[in-house]
């Protein structure tokens, strides 16, 4: 069902920078300013790092970052440390109050 | 800060239907939509559907055919999501979380998220 294509798994060692690319359309992605990010620990609900393509609410490390070129939107993990171990799943808004995700990134920690 | 109550787990047949309750607290049905958002085992998350309660409007995935019903009670702040014609397919945590209003529209982010409802297909 997933619509927003994420790479299955990034890695890095601690304190190296990672990017999860979220590849989608003119439809999605690219028409609206509204790509978030998402983090999932095992056994937990998901967690919203990043909105707005590029805004982090409060309470959000700095080392979490967005950005956006047309149809494809990225997040950055700078300074990667062991707790930022998860997956993480892009969202978009798609028009007329729906919304598709990514299928999902496993991030690890070396 | 809206907090997001889920109903228990469910263990359902195939063909029968589930129905789903989130209790918002800390926040109004006025400023906020209610969205479902699903994750099957081992698999991704996937919107199901959403309701704005002040309005009593609801939009869900075209990949569930008609078969997801969205409500609200405003006299307790809860929404619900029934589910028909369930097959194993369906079996998933179920989640529930909030858009908020901003200015004019909506901030189309989910947060927060309640903690969750497993619904189990099976013969």
């Known amino acids: 069902h997933s619509v927003l294509t994420q790479p299955r798994s990034v890695s890095g060692s601690p304190g190296q920078s990672v990017t999860i690319s979220c590849s989608g359309t003119?439809?999605?992605?690219?028409?609206?300013?509204?790509v978030s990010w998402y983090q999932e620990h095992p056994g937990r609900s998901p967690k919203l790092i990043i909105y707005?393509?590029?805004k982090r609410p409060s309470g959000v490390p700095a080392r979490f970052s967005g950005s956006q070129s047309d149809n494809t939107a990225s997040l950055t993990i700078s300074g990667l440390q062991a707790e930022d171990e998860a997956l993480y799943y892009c969202?978009?808004?798609?028009?007329?109050?729906?919304?598709?995700f990514g299928n999902g990134t496993q991030v690890t920690v070396l | 800060q809206v907090q997001l109550v889920q109903s228990g787990a469910e263990v359902k047949k195939p063909g029968s239907s589930v129905k789903v309750s989130c209790k918002a607290s800390?926040?109004?049905?006025?400023?906020?939509?209610i969205n479902w958002v699903r994750q099957a085992p081992g698999q991704g998350l996937e919107w199901v559907g959403g309701?704005?309660?002040?309005?009593?409007?609801?939009?869900?995935a075209q990949s569930l055919l008609g078969r997801v019903t969205l409500t609200a009670d405003e006299s307790t702040t809860t929404t619900f999501l029934e589910l028909s014609g369930l097959t194993v397919e369906d079996t998933a945590v179920y989640y529930c979380?909030?858009?908020?209003?901003f200015g004019d529209g909506w901030d189309h982010k989910f947060d927060p998220w309640g903690q969750g409802t497993r619904v189990i297909v099976s013969s």
């Open positions: 969202s978009s808004y798609a028009g007329t109050y729906t919304y598709v």
């Open positions: 003119g439809s999605d992605v690219g028409a609206y300013p509204y």
């Open positions: 707005g393509v590029n």
């Open positions: 800390g926040g109004t049905f006025d400023t906020h939509a």
């Open positions: 309701i704005i309660p002040m309005f009593g409007t609801s939009t869900s």
């Open positions: 979380t909030t858009v908020a209003r």
